[in-house]
């Protein structure tokens, strides 16, 4: 069985803190690169952070760096998104998917990846 499952989200204030997590099948996870993506309405989906899950490597996206962090847990086959100082843009649903091997090629492109969770709702709002 295949699937990727992710948690974590919710209402939350601007300036608070949410930390996501995206539990994956071992044929899902295990020497897989783990990106979350965020998709706001209207707009296209977007990377926001992936880590391959064999050695640790990982990467943010540019713009999010300081506010964001990825780490996981490969005991638990968990990757978990670190979300703080949020801001009312960072609203949205938020999905983790996977694909197999250490490339780093293209990993902000959603076509690349196999596999998707259903995604976790990030409301940013006073």
């Not at 977007?46 to 713009?63: E, L, R, Y």
């Not at 847990?73 to 801001?87: F, I």
């Not at 490339?103 to 940013?124: F, H, I, P, S």
């Amino acid at each position: 069985e295949v699937y990727l499952v992710e948690s974590g989200g919710g209402l939350v204030q601007p300036g608070g803190s949410l930390r996501l997590s995206c539990v994956g099948s071992e044929a899902a996870y295990r020497m897989h690169w783990i990106t979350w993506f965020r998709q706001a309405p209207g707009s296209e989906r977007q990377g926001v952070a992936g880590m391959f899950t064999g050695n640790g490597n990982s990467a943010i996206a540019d713009p999010l760096k300081g506010r964001f962090a990825i780490s996981r847990d490969n005991a638990k086959n968990t990757v978990y998104l670190q979300m703080n100082s949020l801001k009312p843009d960072d609203t949205g649903m938020y999905y983790c998917a996977s694909r197999a091997g250490d490339e780093w090629r293209d990993l902000c492109k959603a076509t690349t990846y196999e596999n998707w969770g259903q995604g976790t709702q990030v409301t940013v709002s006073s």
